[in-house]
């Protein structure tokens, strides 16, 4: 028998039942039918799991038999740069530092550079096709699931993500260029992209193409920047939302760090409530709220339910982190439900305490978490601790959600910074 599941139309099947925010509509679905939920998309079967225990029987017990994709169309200067504008009275706008902040650490840790000199026309059109690129990759393409009209393009999604691939292409064209030709500076003390570019060639393995080399580039920039970026926003905007919380990260902070210098990474394991703040932030407002799609090889049994053989799983993280069943007063912000005990020890987002897994789990388990999570808790850190943040006057806190691959505020936060340190703390 298979599991529990909506009605829906003909050919198109429950498409239409997603709407503009398709996590938010799969989770108000599970509450009538149930944590193991079949949905017919188009000619695809798919399955929803929107709880610890069936994300936990999907991704552990069922990992092997769900470990492939299906097929479809798709030390930063951060401080420094901010204090100038709080300097000059203007407001940061904080989605674009953040994502160029992050785009400038990916580089230095792989090419050895940053990829901004500045904030300026080139970082913000690279926001806008990171951006792009992650609200075409979330969207339900009708082609995906109705394979014979596919080639239609209904919705123009492959027609854009073309287009943006080819901006991607020349971007990175030129860092490759750039890199090669400054490879003898790095004689003795190769980076991530000399390593990969002097392996090239493999004993008995394919070679690595410029092609394959540029989609390694392109997912760890992607991968690695809106993610990293929109969970750091979302902490500060309800830091922001929360002054107590915010007033008590920066007493612990100015107790380890004290003010006459800038947060360093090794102050990060003696910041426990700093950690409490990443966690409660990547349960509300996870990165990616619906997993990336996984298919079954072969038919298995979930929960006493017959999942067919090429059906597509998707976990809905954003559900199971605001379940009631799971988490005690869920909508709540609340750092300090990470500082409490469990029987076996506390919440952790590593991919094996299913109520929190944001970057997934099993032998797909994102392959950025550690870096993903040391960089928002060093970021987050940095900005807390530097600075003072509030609202420009008369403005309003928006925390409304755009949905996408990764989950994105609708409005982007702007605020106005307050230096915290001396001077020569951000000319360091």
């Known amino acids: 028998m298979l599991p529990p599941r909506p009605g829906g139309w003909p050919v198109v099947g429950c498409l239409p039942l997603l709407g503009t925010m398709p996590h938010v509509a799969l989770a108000q679905m599970a509450r009538k039918y149930g944590p193991v939920m079949y949905l017919k998309m188009g000619t695809c079967d798919m399955v929803v799991a929107s709880s610890p225990g069936a994300a936990s029987t999907f991704l552990k017990t069922l990992d092997h038999n769900f470990s492939n994709r299906p097929p479809g169309a798709v030390r930063p200067i951060l401080p420094t740069d901010m204090f100038q504008l709080s300097r000059k009275g203007e407001p940061v706008v904080v989605p674009e530092m953040l994502l160029c902040a992050m785009a400038n650490l990916i580089g230095q840790k792989s090419l050895s550079r940053r990829v901004f000199a500045t904030h300026g026309s ?14 075409l990759a979330g969207l339900f393409n009708v082609g995906d699931f109705i394979p014979s009209i596919a080639w239609m393009d209904l919705q123009g999604i492959e027609g854009k993500m073309k287009r943006l691939h080819n901006q991607f292409d020349g971007l990175l064209t030129k860092m490759i260029e750039e890199h090669l030709s400054t490879a003898h500076e790095r004689e003795g003390n190769p980076d991530f992209l000399d390593i990969v570019m002097a392996n090239r060639e493999v004993p008995d393995g394919p070679e690595l193409t410029m092609t394959n080399i540029k989609a390694l580039l392109l997912n760890w920039f992607i991968a690695g920047t809106d993610t990293s970026a929109g969970t750091v926003e979302w902490a500060l905007a309800e830091m922001i939302k929360n002054p107590r919380i915010l007033d008590r990260a920066q007493k612990e902070m100015d107790r380890v760090i004290g003010k006459n210098r800038r947060l360093e990474e090794s102050d990060l394991p003696n910041l426990p409530y700093l950690q409490a703040i990443c966690k409660e932030t990547l349960r509300l407002h996870p990165p990616v709220p619906l997993s990336i799609p996984r298919v079954s090889v072969d038919p298995c049994e979930v929960n006493g339910y017959y999942i067919p053989k090429n059906t597509r799983l998707f976990v809905n993280i954003w559900a199971i982190g605001r379940d009631p069943n799971v988490w005690e007063d869920p ?8 500082l409490r005990e469990k029987i076996n020890g506390k919440i952790e987002p590593w991919g094996n305490d299913f109520e929190l897994i944001p970057f997934g789990a099993g032998r797909r388990i994102c392959a950025g978490i550690r870096m ?38 609708a409005v982007p936060l702007s605020a106005v910074v307050v230096p915290r340190l001396p001077t020569s703390a951000y000319e360091s």
């Open 372 to 409: 993903g999570i040391a960089a928002v808790e060093y970021i987050l850190g940095t900005l807390v601790h530097s600075f003072d943040w509030r609202l420009l006057e008369g403005a309003a806190l928006d925390m409304g959600e755009a949905f996408g691959l990764v989950l994105q505020k």
């Open 122 to 135: 080139e970082s913000n059109e690279f926001k806008y096709m990171v951006v792009e690129l992650m609200r």
């Open 331 to 338: 909508m709540e912000f609340n750092p300090d439900r990470f």
